[in-house]
C-alpha cells in the first residue's frame, strides 16, 4: 500500500501546533509546503521531519506537486 502525502499552504500557529503534528502521528508524509518565504517553508520541513519541497509561491507548488 502506498504512503498518504500531502501538500499544504502556510505555517502559522494553528497548523504546526495542531495539523502537521496530527499529520505526522498519522504516518502521512508531508510533501511540500508553501508559505511567503520559503526559508520558513523549509525549516518547517525540517522540524517535521521532512525531506519535502519548499515553496514561496502557492503556483508553484500547485504546478509541481502531484
Not at 3 to 16: D, E, H, K, N, Y
Not at 33 to 62: C, H, P, Q
Amino acid at each position: 500500500m502506498r504512503r498518504a502525502s500531502l501538500c499544504f499552504i502556510g505555517a502559522g500557529f494553528q497548523a504546526t501546533t495542531n495539523i502537521y503534528p496530527s499529520v505526522v502521528e498519522a504516518g502521512i508524509e508531508i510533501k511540500a509546503i508553501a508559505t511567503r518565504n520559503k526559508k520558513n517553508s523549509k525549516a518547517t520541513l525540517v522540524r517535521f521531519g521532512s525531506e519535502g519541497n519548499a515553496y514561496d509561491n502557492i503556483d508553484e507548488m500547485l504546478k509541481n506537486e502531484e
